[in-house]
């Protein structure tokens, strides 16, 4: 993976963002966090998510092999989030805000106005597609305020050799949004990971999606240190 950043500098901002749930938001969020802490960063999860998914699944790891990020429950802050972030930015290398499901929440337009990074997670299929269009606006309108602010679509729970993931690269230019070329196949594996606390890296037999989410992590970081369009 590529080097984390210098500890002494401020944590960097990764907000995984959507207009609805089901796209894989809190399970990309979980598992880019756990790739940076397993590589030597100093994460923090901060879970702005009313459902408190990021909570609960960080709450059910083994004692013995406790989640490698820290977590902060941060929902409660409404659109006063980026505040609560910004006191979080020391000791830590990076923050990964797991958003709610909504673009038009005062959270996720909150988390954004500090964040360095926006991930949208999207399903390829034209109805969830569709209804994540209104990201795009949303953040838009949050680059007026934070210009540092870049955004990258990921393309969640893949089908190889579909009809549909042909049309795929059309339906995703809908959004207007840099795609990233990691792409996070539909696996079983993802859905244990979250039930036991874990991530698909833990697991036995996920060598395949645990190099997706390498695969996805390290160009994320390409895309922060300005190495990637």
Not at 71 to 96: C, Q, T, W
Not at 127 to 144: E, F, K, N, R, Y
Request: contains cysteine; proline residues 8%.
């Amino acid at each position: 993976m590529s080097q984390a950043p210098d500890r002494s500098q401020p944590a960097t901002l990764i907000a995984f963002v959507n207009q609805k749930g089901g796209p894989g938001k809190t399970t990309l969020a979980m598992h880019v966090a756990s790739e940076l802490a397993r590589a030597g960063a100093g994460v923090l999860v901060a879970d702005a998510d009313p459902q408190a998914t990021a909570t609960r699944w960080a709450a059910a790891a083994p004692e013995d092999r406790p989640f490698p990020a820290a977590l902060a429950g941060l929902s409660h802050a409404g659109e006063k989030l980026h505040r609560e972030l910004m006191k979080h930015l020391n000791p830590y290398d990076f923050i990964v805000v797991d958003c709610p499901p909504s673009a038009e929440s005062n959270l996720t337009r909150s988390a954004l106005l500090v964040a360095e990074l926006a991930v949208v997670p999207v399903v390829p299929s034209p109805p969830d597609l569709w209804a994540g269009v209104a990201i795009s606006q949303v953040l838009t309108d949050v680059s007026v305020v934070n210009d540092r602010l870049k955004a990258r679509l990921v393309v969640n729970r893949y089908k190889a050799r579909t009809r549909l993931a042909a049309h795929t690269p059309d339906l995703l230019a809908q959004y207007g949004i840099p795609v990233l070329r990691a792409q996070i196949g539909e696996r079983e594996a993802f859905r244990h990971a979250a039930a036991t606390g874990v991530t698909v890296a833990d697991l036995p037999r996920a060598g395949q999606a645990a190099g997706e989410i390498t695969a996805l992590t390290e160009e994320l970081l390409l895309v922060l240190n300005g190495a990637s369009p």
